[in-house]
């Protein structure tokens, strides 16, 4: 069993920054490889970053990977999404995703966090 819990949304003006950060806990859960995802209103919930479980490989989707930067500390199990330069698009819903397999969607998702709001204004 993993436990994930979100923090570190809230407004935001566009060109600023965020950092999100999600406290997992559990036994195995360095052994996970851990992704962000983002549900805008009305939208479905899209994948937007990973890392895996070694650290040493990260993913980011094409359309923010100039803007987000995903990164994890096993010390503090502990995964982090940087966000720079806000734009009012990036409004949503931030979840934690924790998945034992390589591939990012929904549905392979083993453990979700309850999501963070980010509401970024122009």
């Known amino acids: 069993q993993v436990w994930l819990v979100e923090s570190g949304g809230g407004p935001g003006q566009a060109g600023g920054s965020l950092r999100l950060s999600c406290a997992a806990s559990?036994?195995?859960?360095?052994?996970?490889?851990m992704g962000w995802f983002r549900q805008a209103p009305g939208k479905e919930r899209e994948f937007v970053a990973a890392?895996?479980?070694?650290?040493?490989?990260?993913y980011t989707t094409d359309s923010v990977k100039d803007r987000f930067t995903i990164s994890r500390n096993y010390a503090k199990r502990t995964v982090y999404l940087q966000i720079n330069s806000l734009k009012p698009e990036d409004t949503a819903t931030y979840y934690c995703?924790?998945?034992?397999?390589?591939?990012?969607?929904?549905?392979?998702?083993?453990?979700w966090g309850q999501g963070t709001q980010v509401t970024v204004s122009s």
């Open positions: 995703a924790a998945n034992l397999r390589t591939s990012w969607a929904v549905t392979t998702v083993d453990y």
């Open positions: 559990g036994r195995t859960v360095n052994s996970y490889n």
């Open positions: 890392v895996a479980w070694s650290g040493q490989t990260t």
